[in-house]
């Protein structure tokens, strides 16, 4: 598995800079973030339709696997063979001459339930009825992963967070994204991409992957922390372990936990907390 695709994610812009030598003018690399509107074309049986499924704020580069990483994990597509074609739509910006509508045209087979769709809205930690519901979503919706599976060293694990900082380009540059990168059994990373949102991070990791047999042989590392969304996403596209620099939600607990998914957090060289299904991580 190649490194993924790294297009420029940021731009310089002229501040004013104060510290305790005093004032000056210099140039700042700014993360960019542009909306991506994702379109989607597919049949309903009699004839073609096409629709807006989703708008997202994300940082531009690696949008066909943005889109794909998106609709494998709402359940929308299956398999590569789904997909006829992918292509931006519509003219360039003004400002920036970047391509921020996307059409996905999906084969004739493919049968879309646009509620599917309708995400779930998390509005407050007491929303336990949305997060129970999805919990019952995911686990008929989720592929099953056998119990063998991907393992990793304990000792592998925590050179990871140093690999990882060495190959976020775009954060070094900026400090304002995120990453989301497969790894092997030997603790190497396969494959990273960076973004302005998290999710859309692991959106482009599993849709870079998906036509080349996807990432159930990988382990997921995240930047930062581990979301039930984040955890949702990996689930869908049959991740095993899933390694965050950050913490854990309880309910992303709850889920890996729900899913089979071996989950570490607040992962540093010195070490790591375990919170489920230890059998991954071995001890040499």
């Given at each position: 598995?190649?490194?993924?695709?790294?297009?420029?994610?940021?731009?310089?812009?002229?501040?004013?800079?104060?510290?305790a030598?005093?004032?000056?003018?210099?140039?700042?690399?700014?993360?960019?973030?542009?909306?991506?509107e994702?379109r989607?074309?597919?049949s309903?049986?009699?004839?073609?339709?096409?629709?807006?499924?989703?708008?997202?704020?994300?940082?531009?580069?690696?949008?066909?696997?943005?889109?794909?990483?998106?609709?494998?994990?709402?359940?929308?597509i299956?398999?590569?063979?789904?997909?006829?074609?992918?292509?931006?739509?519509?003219?360039?910006?003004?400002?920036?001459?970047?391509?921020?509508?996307?059409?996905?045209?999906?084969?004739?087979?493919?049968?879309?339930?646009?509620e599917?769709?309708?995400?779930?809205?998390?509005?407050?930690?007491?929303?336990?009825?949305c997060?129970?519901?999805?919990?019952?979503?995911?686990?008929?919706?989720?592929?099953?992963?056998?119990?063998?599976?991907?393992?990793v060293s304990?000792?592998?694990?925590?050179?990871?967070?140093?690999?990882?900082?060495?190959?976020?380009?775009?954060?070094?540059?900026?400090?304002?994204?995120?990453?989301?990168a497969?790894?092997d059994?030997?603790?190497?990373?396969?494959?990273?991409?960076?973004?302005?949102?998290?999710h859309?991070?692991?959106?482009?990791?599993?849709?870079?992957?998906?036509?080349?047999?996807?990432?159930?042989?990988?382990?997921?590392?995240?930047?930062?922390?581990?979301?039930?969304?984040?955890?949702?996403?990996?689930a869908?596209?049959?991740?095993?372990?899933?390694?965050?620099?950050?913490?854990?939600?309880?309910?992303?607990?709850?889920?890996?936990e729900?899913?089979?998914i071996?989950?570490?957090?607040?992962?540093?060289?010195?070490?790591?907390?375990?919170?489920?299904?230890?059998?991954?991580?071995?001890?040499?």
């Open positions: 598995m190649a490194a993924g695709p790294r297009a420029a994610g940021s731009l310089q812009r002229q501040v004013t800079r104060l510290s030598a005093g004032t000056e003018r210099a140039g700042d690399a700014v993360s960019i973030e542009e909306p991506l994702i989607l074309s597919f309903d049986g009699q004839v073609r339709r096409e629709q807006s499924v989703a708008v997202t704020m994300r940082t531009p580069g690696a949008d066909e696997a943005l889109a794909t990483g998106f609709l494998a994990g709402e359940a929308i299956g398999n590569p063979a789904d997909i006829r074609r992918v292509e931006h739509s519509g003219p360039p910006s003004l400002d920036k001459g970047l391509r921020n509508v996307l059409r996905v045209e999906l084969e004739d087979w493919v049968r879309v339930d646009l599917k769709l309708k995400r779930h809205f998390y509005t407050s930690s007491s929303c336990g009825v997060g129970k519901a999805s919990l019952a979503a995911i686990a008929h919706e989720a592929p099953p992963r056998e119990r063998s599976g991907f393992s304990a000792s592998k694990l925590r050179q990871l967070p140093a690999a990882l900082r060495e190959r976020q380009c775009e954060f070094t540059r900026t400090g304002g994204l995120h990453a989301a497969s790894f059994a030997q603790g190497r990373i396969r494959r990273l991409h960076e973004d302005i949102g998290r859309n991070a692991l959106d482009k990791l599993v849709g870079s992957c998906f036509r080349e047999g996807g990432l159930s042989g990988f382990g997921v590392l995240l930047s930062g922390r581990a979301s039930f969304e984040l955890i949702q996403k990996a869908m596209a049959g991740v095993g372990l899933v390694a965050a620099i950050g913490a854990p939600s309880s309910l992303a607990i709850e889920l890996a729900q899913e089979g071996t989950l570490v957090g607040f992962l540093k060289s010195s070490g790591f907390n375990l919170y489920c299904h230890e059998q991954r991580v071995l001890e040499a």
